[in-house]
C-alpha cells in the first residue's frame, strides 16, 4: 500500500505548508482544488503538481525528496506602523500611523519554494506574510516622504483625498519589491491614516480593490488622479479622474512590461494620446488611461 501524503488538517489555511519528512519513492499526493504542491529532489526545485492525485515514481528511489503545499488562492496581509516626520510648518517631528491590509497571492510557486527550501518549517506561512506586509509598509513610507517633499505641512495627509492619492501613488509601483520572491500584489483592501494621534482617515477605495494584472506585480492604474492646492496652504482639496495633458508634457507611461516609462505628450486624439519614450524616435498612440504626469 503507497503512502498517501496530503496537507496537514492544522495547516488548512496556511499559504505554504512544508511537509516535514522526506516523500518516500511510489508515494501519492493529493492537492486541493486552491493549492499546488512542489517536489524538490536533492535540495532542488523540480515539478510542480496540480489539483488531484498524483503518484510519485518518476524520481530515483534514492532522492532525498522534499515537498510543498502552496495555496493558489488571494491572502490578507496586514500592516501596521507608525513614522515619525518632520513637519517643516511646525518645526517639529509629528507621528503618522498608517494601517490596513492588502491582497497577494502566490503567483510563482516554484520560485517561492526556491527561497523557503532549507528554511525552518514552524511559522514559514507567517513569515512570508510578514514579507508582503514589510513591503507594502516600506513602500507607503516612500510615499509618504515623497508627498511631504512637496507639502511642508503634515497635515496634508489629514484628508480622504490624501490617503487615497497615497493609495494609488503607491499602488502605480511595486508594493512587494522587497517582499519574498513569488508573491504577487492583488491591491488594497483598506487603509487608514492618521496624525500625532488624531482620528484615523480612511482611503476612499469605493468598495472596490486597486486591481493589478493577474499576470503582473504591478498595478495597472486608470485615469490619473489630480491634486490641486489652494494658494501655498499645503491643503488638498479636491480629486479629479479627468486629465487633458497638454502638447510637450513630460510624462509618464504605462508600457506592455507593466512598468512605467518617461515620454512626451505630441497630441491628443479621440481618447488617446500620441507619445514618444525617452531614447525613441518614433511616436506612438496610448490610451488615455496609460498617461499620467509625474506625481
Known sequence: MSVVIARDPSAAKHLVYAW????????????????????CPDWTVGEQLGPGRHKISMLSRTAYVLLFFVRTAPFS???????????RTKGSVAQVHYAGSVAVKVGDPLLLCSQVMGVTAHDLAGGVLRSASNSV????????NKILNTHPAVSVLTTPVAVTQLVHMTASGNPMAIAVNGIEFLGF???????????????????????ADPSD????????????????????????????????????????????????????????????????NNGTWVDATRVRLPM
Open 20 to 39: 516535514p519528512d522526506p516523500v518516500p519513492w511510489g508515494a501519492e499526493v493529493v492537492c486541493a482544488e486552491d493549492e499546488v504542491a512542489i517536489l
Open 189 to 211: 483592501e483598506r487603509v487608514s491614516v492618521a496624525v500625532d494621534g488624531g482620528t484615523p482617515i480612511p482611503a476612499a477605495l469605493d468598495d472596490e480593490r486597486l486591481l
Open 137 to 144: 509598509t516600506k513602500a507607503l513610507h516612500v510615499m509618504i
Open 77 to 87: 496581509a496586514p500592516f501596521d506602523h507608525v513614522l515619525g516626520v518632520f513637519d
Open 217 to 280: 506585480a504591478t498595478v495597472r492604474v486608470g485615469a490619473t488622479t489630480k491634486i490641486h492646492v489652494e494658494n501655498n496652504s499645503g491643503v488638498l482639496l479636491e480629486a479629479k479622474t479627468e486629465q487633458h495633458i497638454t502638447a510637450g508634457a513630460h510624462v509618464l507611461v504605462y508600457g506592455q512590461d507593466g512598468l512605467w516609462h518617461a515620454g512626451t505628450v505630441h497630441q491628443f486624439r479621440d481618447g488617446r494620446y500620441e507619445v514618444s519614450l525617452d531614447g525613441m
